[in-house]
């Protein structure tokens, strides 16, 4: 979780009476904590947001949202290149779950430039990234293994 998506969650929780951050177990996708530790993570840092539950799920976001009874898919966007993308999974979805809306929130300008892969290259090169991720996610990623290059670029 980045700071990023903490604002969009704290931003969609003042709209809805309830909100569930819902964690993708994805097999494909390389990550640096398991699927247990990132729930945890998003757990500590929406622990402020009463309205706010996180959950795991694995499989289409359309069949987990209808499974929790959600009428609404909240979506982050960054920059217009995250549009497409998005417009494309929305249109999937409406197809897939023609009840359920999705509602893109456009991310703060000081947060737009802040994305997960930059957030874990910083982290394993011994980069400080407190200032981008909340802190229960900076403190597990300080006790990663940094992957510090010396001046030679040898380890």
């Known amino acids: 979780m980045t700071n990023?998506?903490?604002?969009?969650a704290?931003?969609?929780s003042t709209l809805f009476d309830e909100l569930v951050i819902a964690v993708y177990r994805s097999p494909d996708k390389?990550?640096?904590?398991s699927w247990e530790d990132r729930i945890a993570m998003a757990r500590e840092s929406t622990a402020h947001l009463v309205n706010t539950r996180v959950e795991g799920f694995s499989g289409l976001m359309v069949n987990y949202a209808m499974h929790v009874g959600a009428n609404v898919i909240?979506?982050?966007?960054?920059?217009?290149?995250d549009f497409e993308g998005e417009f494309q999974m929305a249109l999937a979805n409406r197809m897939l779950a023609p009840r359920l809306e999705t509602i893109c929130l456009i991310g703060s300008q000081?947060?737009?430039?802040?994305s997960s892969s930059r957030i874990k290259e910083i982290a394993l090169l011994g980069g400080d990234v407190s200032g981008l991720v909340p802190p229960p996610v900076a403190e597990r990623l300080a006790l990663l293994p940094s992957a510090n290059m010396g001046a030679s670029g040898t380890s």
Do not use: C, K, Y
């Open 74 to 81: 909240v979506r982050g966007l960054r920059a217009g290149s």
């Open 30 to 33: 390389r990550v640096l904590f």
């Open 4 to 8: 990023g998506h903490l604002d969009i």
């Open 110 to 114: 000081n947060l737009m430039f802040i």
């Open 10 to 12: 704290t931003r969609a």
